[in-house]
């Protein structure tokens, strides 16, 4: 006699087991998943990963955690030291928060990460997103982990639709949410095998589809992969000649300088005087620069 067929798994549950199965063989060895990783790097590898990929991310983090090891020896840097090391990362603003965050691990907690969402979500910088990862990647705990990537997967094969909203919606944390299997171990190989999957799989351009573990439980793929229902809403963002650019060429100019720049080396032929005003009133706000000398001959600096 035959044995009887498995009972199939349901399709979240096999979602959930495929993946953790696939990221199992398929991981990607990065600098801040090594076993002597400290659960202060995974909290830097994420506020550094936020807006900045992978392989710009991993050079710089290895330098910044040899020089940098612990939240104390952050809060005791130099901001100037800090935006330097910071580099081409981009969103600058998040190297001075990191660093407050720093000193409000080495103050409020003695120098130790929480393990705990509502105590990450308490510090400067840390959002859902990043406290749920920290959680999940330092700790090895349960948390709702649901970065763009893994919006998508779930978007995509429970959805069926071809992106996430623009902006997170609550139906979507719920449907995550239901996702996350009861044990802490499995939710946090879920979360990292999840993410990984949207990142070197299921990528928003173009999906490897034909390499997926879970392309037969695809709902957007077995809908014949109608578009995206959110195209109108989302624009796609320039780089030339936007703020940003500005503001990064600023800061670029200065982690280069060991001194004070005069204002009048920041203007070329052709810029525009008053968004270049705009951009340094912008980084002296934000606390990522500061002006030094009389009102007619000022230059501008990396904070102290
Ligand atoms: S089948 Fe394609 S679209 Fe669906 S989850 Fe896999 S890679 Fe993404």
Redesign the pocket.
């Known amino acids: 006699m035959r044995p009887p067929s498995p009972t199939p798994l349901p399709p979240a549950a096999a979602l959930v087991e495929r993946t953790v199965a696939w990221f199992g063989e398929n991981r990607r060895d990065l600098p801040w998943r090594a076993p002597d990783r400290t659960a202060w790097g995974v909290l830097v590898s994420e506020v550094m990963l936020q807006q900045t990929p992978v392989v710009r991310v991993a050079p710089v983090w290895t330098s910044w955690m040899q020089r940098w090891p612990t939240p104390r020896a952050l809060a005791d840097a130099s901001t100037a030291d800090v935006l330097r090391a910071w580099g081409r990362l981009g969103y600058p603003r998040r190297a001075l928060r990191l660093q407050e965050c720093a000193r409000a691990v080495a103050e409020r907690h003695a120098g130790v990460v929480p393990d705990d969402e509502d105590a990450l979500r308490a510090l400067p910088g840390i959002g859902a997103y990043t406290a749920a990862a920290v959680v999940a990647f330092a700790y090895g705990g349960r948390s709702v982990v649901l970065d763009t990537n893994v919006r998508r997967?779930v978007a995509?094969?429970i959805g069926g639709h071809a992106l996430p909203a623009p902006t997170q919606t609550a139906a979507e944390v719920r449907r995550a949410a239901a996702l996350v299997p009861a044990s802490a171990p499995q939710a946090a190989a879920w979360a990292a095998a999840s993410m990984e999957l949207g990142a070197v799989?299921?990528t928003a351009r173009s999906?490897?589809?034909a390499r997926?573990p879970?392309?037969d439980l695809?709902a957007?793929?077995a809908a014949g992969y109608p578009g995206d229902v959110h195209a109108d809403r989302r624009r796609a963002q320039g780089w030339a000649g936007t703020d940003r650019q500005v503001r990064g060429r600023v800061m670029g100019l200065l982690r280069a300088a060991a001194g004070p720049v005069p204002l009048a080396t920041f203007t070329t032929d052709g810029d525009d005087a008053a968004q270049l005003r705009r951009c340094v009133d912008g980084l002296v706000a934000d606390g990522l620069v500061q002006r030094v000398g009389p009102d007619d001959d000022v230059s501008l600096q990396l904070p102290a």
């Open positions: 997967v995509r094969v799989v299921c999906p490897r589809c997926c879970v392309a695809c957007w793929r």
